[in-house]
């Protein structure tokens, strides 16, 4: 990002994220062909990877779009894609600097949606998550972030 670039999509993600708190369908606010819901899910994913405080933001605006209970299929699908980032950044030999900015991120939103997510939802969570993020707090990745063995 360049300039003072960040703190505009700061500034934008904290505006959709209070998007994400409407008690009512997406589809009262958005009449387009794409659904609104999809479009903030991959908005909000894509910043997951960004250094700084928008990959922070963008991690809550996530728990919040995945604790609605309209939401639990996406819930579902971002947890297997964050086990998926997780064994991808696990079995590569080099982890690219993209990378690791993204693993925390990831690691950074599974908390905000175990914190922020609704507990009957959670029980159905994946077990090799689980497995993944105790190898992911065992692997040097994470003994060399300070930020990441925080958040493990």
């Given at each position: ?99 690791s ?8 939103s ?37 930020l ?5």
């Amino acid at each position: 990002m360049n300039g003072n670039a960040w703190e505009s999509i700061y500034v934008l993600l904290l505006w959709l994220g209070m998007l994400c708190l409407v008690p009512f369908s997406f589809q009262v606010i958005g009449g387009s062909e794409k659904r609104l819901d999809d479009e903030l899910f991959q908005m909000f994913k894509h910043h997951l990877s960004d250094p700084g405080p928008t990959r922070e933001m963008s991690a809550m605006c996530l728990a919040n779009l995945l604790s609605r209970p309209d939401m639990e299929t996406a819930l579902h699908e971002f947890l297997e894609w964050c086990d998926a980032t997780v064994v991808q950044v696990l079995t590569t030999a080099f982890v690219t600097s993209e990378q690791s900015f993204l693993i925390v991120g990831v690691v950074h939103s599974l908390a905000a949606v175990f914190k922020v997510g609704n507990r009957e939802s959670l029980p159905s969570i994946p077990t090799n998550l689980w497995e993944h993020s105790i190898q992911l707090a065992k692997s040097p990745l994470c003994k060399g972030s300070i930020l990441l063995h925080k958040l493990l």
